[in-house]
């Protein structure tokens, strides 16, 4: 039997494995890909905040997807209309490093008997090196109507993916986190990135003038609102719903698939003045989803869906309760914006949200006997009623782009040490970010360069139990940059993209997970170099290499051997 003092060790043990499990951070690998000309056009007709995702959706490939080309017809004489996309696709992914001893394989934990990376190595020793991460055929499909001043848009995704479908490379089944065959997949990990079909936006809209000075536009069901600049990294629009991990980690994953709509109320009244007020009320609330447990991406054992166990000690395992979600009720925010000249424009936020990412875990307890506790169960926790105050700006500097935004928030989870290990309590923090993109017109290398930059600062104000017990850093800071070098007509009828990132935690590790994108800690870095060919704006093939550099470290670099080589598909009607 464990006592108190070695079950609540072992316990911190288990949660020091950090609950970093933030899709919006994963989303930013993937892009939409942009002829040059085309890109600036987009830039300048389309609102910021859409705006400034795309092109770091863009720049940040680790694999591309193209417009889809969309066809329309008129029901008749009823004056509606309707419109239709298809994008058909296929990726193929590899595995070019070995597993890590550092991340799959650490030393024995005296305390436990079992190895310091126990309950965080199942996605590193399912793949070999040489083996696929991914086999994946897929499907995004977009139907809307509309007749005057109203109408409605449904959007929905399939995929088959043969590599979750079949056996693993795990052959340690002393270590594995699941019952049953340890180089089977668990059910809900085949689920999520084997085989799956959803809807994803369904909402009815309507716009219309109010007098001749404001006009007003409303939309209500499942859908993406995103306020702000941010663009590699998770700023304001972070707060205003979840996003989709098990895509991200796709080669030419489309942004429409990462961003995960949720029930609310949206609306924006614009004045002629150049002055907008917005609002927006979630009508439920649903966490980011993660990814699955035994993926090829996934950090943790215990923590995403297929979840089982935590291995606490060498023939003591937790077994895993329901999560501890918020409720539906209580998430809102409002923005101000004004568009002072045609490129410049400023806007303020405030939002109450509930974290769609996990603050760490908590257990039940049981007394085995007078005075001897051990862990029965143990659950994913939520917080809560979070408030954030938020300022952000865009405007155009000597040719380039340049945007930033800062927000404060309050009583955010964050972990902090203590007796009986790391635990998740509440906190203040500033996050302050500011980005540039400016295209280099032809020269010597291509005939257009697309650079985009994002540096990022984060700051803790201050946290239940003192900033002295932060298991992060009090203050942390990153990078991400990217150079999209184009060219048209390499072949009759073929352009060429290729796109270069790079990305780095350069001091600290924040206290608030995903704060950097994908990044988790100091040091962390990420590159990535692709080739993307496009054949008359409907059919694309990309192939590259994506690197996670810096030595492993469970905790900060958790993907520093996780190399993969990418090649994609996709033809669009």
């Not at 029901?75 to 239709?84: D, E, F, K, R, V």
């Not at 992914?93 to 799959?104: G, V």
């Not at 085989?195 to 809209?205: E, G, I, N, S």
């Amino acid at each position: 039997m464990l006592s108190v003092c070695p079950a609540s060790f072992l316990i911190a043990l288990c949660i020091s494995i950090r609950t970093r499990f933030v899709a919006v951070r994963d989303s930013y690998h993937q892009s939409a890909l942009f002829r040059g000309g085309d890109l600036m056009h987009y830039l300048q007709h389309t609102n910021p905040a859409t705006r400034r995702v795309a092109v770091a959706l863009l720049c940040a490939s680790a694999g591309f997807s193209g417009a889809a080309l969309a066809g329309s017809f008129d029901l008749g004489t009823s004056g509606i209309n309707a419109q239709y996309t298809m994008t058909l696709g296929y990726a193929l992914a590899m595995r070019t490093e070995s597993p890590s001893d550092s991340l799959a394989n650490g030393p024995i934990d005296p305390a436990t008997g079992l190895p310091t990376t126990v309950n965080g190595d199942d996605g590193d020793r399912n793949f070999k090196s040489g083996s696929l991460v991914n086999n994946r055929i897929s499907a995004l499909g977009e139907f809307s109507l509309s007749a005057k001043n109203y109408g409605a848009v449904l959007r929905g995704d399939a995929f088959y993916d043969n590599v979750y479908r079949g056996r693993n490379d795990n052959d340690s089944a002393a270590t594995v986190n699941k019952s049953g065959d340890n180089d089977e997949f668990t059910s809900l990990t085949r689920k999520y990135n084997g085989q799956r079909m959803r809807l994803l936006d369904a909402y009815a809209y309507t716009d219309f003038n109010l007098g001749k000075a404001a006009h007003l536009n409303v939309r209500v069901g499942r859908q993406v609102v995103a306020w702000g600049e941010s663009l590699f990294f998770s700023g304001i629009a972070s707060a205003q719903g979840p996003a989709d991990a098990t895509k991200s980690s796709v080669p030419g994953a489309e942004l429409k698939t990462i961003l995960l709509p949720v029930e609310q109320i949206a609306m924006q009244l614009g004045f002629n003045n150049g002055l907008s007020l917005m609002a927006h009320y979630k009508l439920r609330y649903e966490a980011t989803e993660l990814q699955p447990v035994g993926s090829f991406l996934s950090t943790s054992d215990v923590v995403g869906p297929g979840a089982e166990m935590i291995h606490a000690a060498v023939g003591f395992d937790i077994p895993r309760g329901a999560d501890n979600q918020p409720t539906d009720h209580g998430q809102y925010g409002v923005g101000l914006k004004y568009q002072a000249t045609d490129a410049t424009s400023v806007g303020l936020y405030w939002l109450r949200y509930h974290s769609t990412n996990p603050a760490g875990v908590s257990f039940d307890i049981a007394e085995v006997a007078p005075g001897v506790f051990v862990p029965t169960a143990y659950h994913v926790d939520y917080f809560e009623g979070i408030h954030m105050a938020g300022a952000s700006f865009s405007t155009g500097l000597g040719g380039a782009n340049v945007a930033g935004e800062v927000s404060y928030r309050s009583g955010v989870d964050m972990l902090v040490s203590s007796v009986g290990g790391p635990v998740a309590t509440r906190g203040r923090m500033t996050q302050a970010l500011m980005s540039a993109i400016y295209t280099v017109s032809p020269n010597a290398l291509s005939q257009e360069i697309n650079l985009v930059g994002e540096a990022g600062y984060v700051h803790v104000n201050g946290v239940d139990g003192g900033k002295a017990a932060l298991v992060s850093d009090v203050n942390s800071w990153a990078v991400s940059t990217s150079a999209t070098l184009n060219y048209r007509n390499v072949f009759p009828r073929w352009d060429l993209a290729v796109p270069v990132t790079y990305a780095v935690i350069a001091k600290g590790t924040p206290a608030m997970s995903g704060s950097f994108g994908s990044l988790y800690g100091e040091h962390d870095q990420r590159a990535s170099l692709f080739a993307n060919f496009t054949y008359l704006q409907n059919f694309q093939l990309g192939v590259g290499y994506s690197a996670f550099l810096g030595s492993g470290d469970l905790a900060k670099r958790p993907y520093a051997d996780r190399d993969y080589a990418a090649i994609n598909l996709k033809y669009s009607f």
